[in-house]
Every structure is written in structure tokens, then in C-alpha cells.
């Protein structure tokens, strides 16, 4: 039976619900220079821990910076990551997973050790050792939590492709004399689609999770705002008033992209779990 | 027999002419494979641990001890050191060096605390173990029953609401329910403590003592639980919907079964399989939100302590930090591997 995922995906509230919530955090992140006069390290003339105005949303934290334009700017670092993470880890993957089930034998063996032994590895230790050397930057991040979470995907990948490798059209491509990476790219990984988009969904939630707690500890790139450094920040001054407006708010925006992103994720997995998707499903509109 | 990507595995194919003692051999090699994977894993943080601090660029040692504790350092302190380091010899005869003296325990010397790394962390470890354990058998049970009513009831309105509530609850992370809880229940209703893990100086014994370890366990322990219960939930959930398909409920319902015993003597154990293994797994998950949890609790255990040793820059005490926590998350690992196996008659049959 053929299976449309993405409309699926759609037709159900959690995922309707994800998509929304991801949509609204996205448009805030693009359009944040339209939204706010300030910028988030612009000392305002409005004095420090004011409360929230018309000119000032959120209210100013301690150094009279405006907390709505910081919000909005750490929306922009924590999808950058996820993005990035998602991206970079989602293509590791496909290229490990993949190739690893179409050639088998000693190379496949090799790389499922591989999987094996860095899924075992506790990462927000791994990351903050790394970290407490070197200096941590955006990039350094993407592609340390990349490092870290290409393996569960990779497992994915290998097993869904060794069942669509024995379909008609890659043995036919293979009879044709085609390539790995032809086989691979063209006619397997069009079929993962929905698969590969559940697992990057998967990278980019944890990865956005790591960011903001990696900042919580201090472990951040100096030069960029993010919702992790808002709150170790605001986390200091919970003897004020000033919680109500800094520390909840950013607390809740990390929390609705974590919700939007597993909310989706979700919709998308039930989807493709031919044991949860069946007939009555249908008939009370999904969860 | 099938491997763990449920792909047979090729071996001498068992016939007339292979004799027993191959057999054997094989099956012991194949288990041999089974402990690979921690030994790999390992390796490769004894690796990261050593390689680190050697790469960065000027005096490997003020890499290896942090920019703090030279300041105390006399010149036949460093002597020493560097002599029980191997610093002035090859990287190879370094890393042996490094490897008999772990072998022996030694982790390194803290200059914050003045101790021995290994002494340092035993000190905190208890706290942590109190919250971890208790976080990861309450969430486990509490997943277990609400995805066994949840799953039964598919569909209901029960169902819906607990699989909503759960999944957006999911999505806190781990410090922001804790400082959401510390905000409201700390801070604005007062009931619980704000920090620590008892009232330091109060003298209780006893009961007493009891009732204090577990008012302070109170908050941090809600964070976790209400977290990380989702993902047994979920996988019970799945489980049950699947399971409750089966022919053997149906004929359970037919012999005249009452509702609970179908839900939990004949469907809900199904579930009990992959949310063991799911506990598994979540043990470095776990770590982590301990971690952050503990520190937005200042609770005093390793996750604390890894933070604290960040802030001072103590590197021998981070380095076996991240020893300590990689060995106790491949040691869980292993454990469930082993209980995998009591459990799954279907795995150790093949034997």
C-alpha cells in the first residue's frame, strides 16, 4: 500500500501543531531585524531590570540591554545549529549507513563497530572536555555535535537500505553498471526520504537541546546571543522580580522549538510505523 | 541465530562433519564480539583523554595540569611530575605511562581540591547515584503503568490527554524544568530547599536525617522523572497497541480474563522487554540531565563537581570525570545486555 507520509504528517494535530510552532520560531529568527529597533548587545538609555513596556517588551536585564531583541537574535543561533547539526549529521549518515549496506562484508562489519562503540559514548562530557581546550565557536559546535550524532542515524540508514537494495529499479541500476554513489544518492536514498527526515528532525532537536545547556554551562561562542547564555545570565537574579519576564520567557521559547521539532518528529514516525498507523486511525482524526 | 542487525550470521554452517569443538569456539568468539563494542568505546576516550591536552600547541604540561596549579608549583614538584608523566619521552612510552597508572587507579592529582582525582569524585558520586537511580527506576515504572492505561485505552479520551501532557512536558529541557520547579516551589511557595542535598550542620540522625536527604531530593527528582518519563511511556504505548492485536489477548478475553490481568499479566509484559533496554539506553541520557539538574540544585554530586572543575579550569579532575562516567555508562550498557538475555528466552536459546 502506498503511504503519502508528508500529507499525513499534516492531517494530524501533533503534527500540525509541530509544524506551526517550528514555522512561527523560524519566521521570528529571519525577520528579527524588522522586529526589534535594538540590537542585543546595545546598552538602551532605559534603566537596568526595567519592567516590560512598549519600548521594551521583555523588559532590559542588568546591563539595560533589551531582553525581547536577545530573545529573538538566540532564536538565530539555536537553528542555526539544528539546521547545521541536522544537515551535516543527516549526510554522514546516508554516506556511512549507506555505502556500508550496499558494499557489506569486512567494510560494513568496521563501521557498524564504529556505530557501536561512539553510540556508548556519554556526548555532553565528551563535548565539554573538547571544549574546555579549545575555544568553542558556532562552527566547532555543529561539528562536534555532528560527530556525536551521525551513528544512530547511520544504523537507520544501513537497515532500511539493505531491504531496498534487493528492489527491481537498484538491481536493475546495478545490471547497468551503476556506481555506489549513483545507486546510493539516486535511487535509495529518494526512497529514505521520509526515514532520513525523521532522523535529521531527531539531530537538530537534541542538537538545539545541547547548544542552550552547553551555553547554560558557559561553554559558548563569546560573540553570538544564545537562549543557553540568557539564562545562566538571568539564572543569577532570581531573588528579583526580574525572572517573570527573562528567565521564563527564554526558558519557554527553547522549550516550544524542543516541543515543535519532537511534536513533528512524532507525527512523522507514527506515520511510518506501519503498527501504529491503521485503520482507526482515520476514523478519529489521529492523535 | 541472527546478529544484532537481524542479519544471519555466516559461521560453519553446523552439519555432520563440523565437530563440537568448533561449535563451541565459535559461539565463544561471537560473545567475544559481543564485548568489543566497550572495549572500542573505551579506547576511544583513553584516547581522547591523552591526545587532548598533547595537541594543543606550548607547554603540554600546563595543558595537562591548568594554568592555576602552576602557579603552586616548586621546580622539584614539576620534576617530579614530569618524570611520572613521561613528558620528556616519546609519545608512545607516554602513553604507556599513562595507561599502568590508571591501571593502578590513579587518575591524577586535583590542585583545587587537594586531592586525588579518584578521592574527589568518590566523595560526590553517592549524591549522584541517589538521584540518577531513583530518577531512572521512578520514571521507568511511572512510564511503564501510564503507557499500559494509555495504550489500552487508545484512542480515549485518557489517552489523548496523557499523550499530549507527556509529549510537552518531553520537550523541557532537563534545567529549565528544574529551574521552573526551584522558581515556584522554591522561590515563590517556599517548600522546597533551594540548594544542597541536606541542611549542613543541623545534626540530624536518624529518621530525621532521612526525612532532610529526601526534602532535598524532592525537587531535583521531579525535574528528572517528569522529563525522562516520556520515552518508557511511549515505547510501552507502541508496545501495548501492537501486543493487544495478538491472538493470545483474544483468547485471554474469551477464557473470561478480568481487565487488569489482560492489561498487565498478558499484555503490558510485552511491553517489559524493550522498556529494559530503553532503561539502558537511557543511562547516558540520564547523566546528562543529572548534570544539569544538579547544577541548577547546586546539588553536590559528580555533575556538580564536573561543573565546578570547568569553572576552575581543574583538568585532571575533568579528564577522570569523563573516565568515570564513560566506564559507569558502558558498565550500564553491558548489565543490559546480560539482563537482555535472562529476560528474551528467544535470545539465549540460540546458544
Known amino acids: ?287 | 541465530m541472527e546478529d544484532q542487525y537481524g542479519r544471519p550470521l555466516e559461521g560453519p554452517k553446523v552439519g555432520w562433519d563440523i565437530p563440537k569443538a568448533t561449535v563451541r569456539a565459535w559461539a565463544l568468539l561471537r560473545r567475544a564480539a559481543f564485548f568489543t563494542n566497550y572495549v572500542v568505546a573505551f579506547l576511544l576516550i583513553l584516547t581522547l583523554n591523552f591526545v587532548l591536552p598533547r595537541l594543543m600547541p606550548g607547554d603540554p604540561f600546563q595543558a595537562i595540569y591548568g594554568q592555576e596549579a602552576l602557579l603552586a608549583m616548586t621546580p622539584q614538584l614539576k620534576a617530579q611530575l614530569i618524570e611520572r608523566l613521561s613528558l620528556d619521552q616519546s609519545m608512545g612510552q607516554q602513553f604507556v605511562a599513562y595507561i599502568l597508572a590508571l591501571v593502578q587507579g590513579d587518575l591524577g592529582y586535583s590542585y583545587y581540591y587537594n586531592q586525588q582525582v579518584l578521592t574527589v569524585i568518590l566523595d560526590f558520586l553517592p549524591w549522584t547515584l541517589l538521584l540518577m537511580g531513583t530518577a531512572l527506576v521512578l520514571s521507568t515504572l511511572a512510564g511503564l503503568v501510564l503507557g499500559i492505561e494509555s495504550g489500552y485505552r487508545r484512542g480515549r479520551s485518557l489517552d489523548k490527554a496523557l499523550l499530549a501532557s507527556l509529549m510537552f512536558l518531553n520537550g523541557f529541557p532537563d534545567f529549565f524544568m528544574g529551574i521552573v520547579l526551584l522558581l515556584f516551589f522554591g522561590v515563590v511557595f517556599g517548600v522546597v530547599p533551594l540548594s544542597g542535598a541536606l541542611t549542613p550542620y543541623s545534626g540530624l540522625e536518624g529518621l530525621a536525617l532521612v526525612r532532610d536527604i529526601l526534602h532535598h531530593l524532592l525537587a531535583p527528582l521531579a525535574a528528572l522523572v517528569l522529563v525522562r518519563v516520556t520515552s518508557p511511556y511511549l515505547l510501552t504505548r507502541n508496545t501495548m497497541i501492537t501486543t493487544l492485536r495478538e491472538n493470545f489477548v483474544m483468547t485471554a478475553r474469551s477464557k473470561g480474563c478480568t481487565e487488569g490481568q489482560i492489561k498487565y499479566r498478558h499484555a503490558g509484559r510485552n511491553s517489559l522487554l524493550p522498556v529494559v533496554t530503553s532503561t539502558g539506553l537511557m543511562v547516558p541520557q540520564m547523566i546528562t540531565g543529572a548534570l544539569f539538574v544538579e547544577i541548577v540544585f547546586t546539588y553536590p554530586g559528580v555533575g556538580w563537581l564536573l561543573y565546578n572543575s570547568l569553572l576552575t579550569r581543574d583538568y585532571p579532575l575533568i579528564q577522570g570525570i569523563l573516565l568515570m562516567v564513560t566506564l559507569a555508562v558502558l558498565l550500564a550498557n553491558l548489565l543490559v545486555d546480560l539482563l537482555y538475555l535472562k529476560i528474551d528466552p528467544r535470545v539465549s536459546d540460540a546458544r
Open chain 1, 1 to 287: 500500500m502506498h503511504v503519502d507520509v508528508w500529507h499525513e504528517v499534516g492531517e494530524r494535530n501533533v503534527g500540525r501543531a509541530g509544524l506551526l510552532l517550528i514555522g512561527l520560531i523560524v519566521l521570528l529568527a529571519i525577520f528579527a531585524p524588522v522586529l526589534t529597533p535594538y540590537s542585543p548587545r546595545e546598552n538602551t538609555s532605559t534603566q537596568a531590570f526595567s519592567r516590560p513596556s512598549a519600548d521594551h517588551w521583555l523588559g532590559t536585564n542588568d546591563a539595560r540591554q533589551d531582553i525581547w531583541t536577545q530573545l529573538l537574535y538566540g532564536a538565530r543561533t539555536s537553528l542555526s545549529v539544528g539546521f547545521g547539526v541536522a544537515l551535516l549529521s543527516g549526510f554522514i549518515s546516508v554516506l556511512v549507513g549507506g555505502t556500508a549496506a550496499i558494499f557489506g562484508g569486512l567494510y560494513d562489519r568496521f563501521w557498524m563497530r564504529i556505530v557501536d562503540a561512539t553510540i556508548a559514548i556519554p556526548d555532553v562530557v565528551v563535548i565539554i572536555l573538547v571544549a574546555a581546550y579549545l575555544r568553542p565557536n558556532v562552527l566547532l559546535m555543529i561539528l562536534l555535535l555532528s560527530a556525536l550524532s551521525w551513528p544512530g542515524g547511520a544504523r537507520v540508514i544501513r537497515a532500511q537500505t539493505l531491504t531496498l537494495k534487493e528492489r527491481m529499479h537498484v538491481s536493475a541500476a546495478r545490471t547497468f553498471g551503476a556506481g555506489w554513489s549513483h545507486l546510493l544518492f539516486r535511487h535509495i536514498v529518494p526512497d529514505l526520504a521520509p526515514v532520513l527526515v525523521a532522523i535529521m528532525i531527531q539531530d537538530a532537536r537534541r542538537a538545539v537541546f545541547m547548544e542552550a545547556g552547553l551555553s547554560f554551562l558557559g561553554i559558548s561562542d563569546p560573540s553570538v546571543m544564545s537562549w543557553g547564555k540568557m539564562m545562566q545570565y538571568a539564572r543569577v537574579f532570581t531573588y528579583l522580580e526580574v525572572w517573570k519576564w527573562w528567565l521564563l520567557p527564554t526558558g519557554l521559547a527553547l522549550s516550544s522549538t524542543l516541543i515543535g521539532l519532537s511534536f513533528t518528529g512524532y507525527a512523522l514516525e507514527s506515520a511510518l510505523d506501519p503498527r501504529l498507523r491503521d485503520r482507526d486511525d482515520h476514523a478519529e482524526g489521529g492523535v
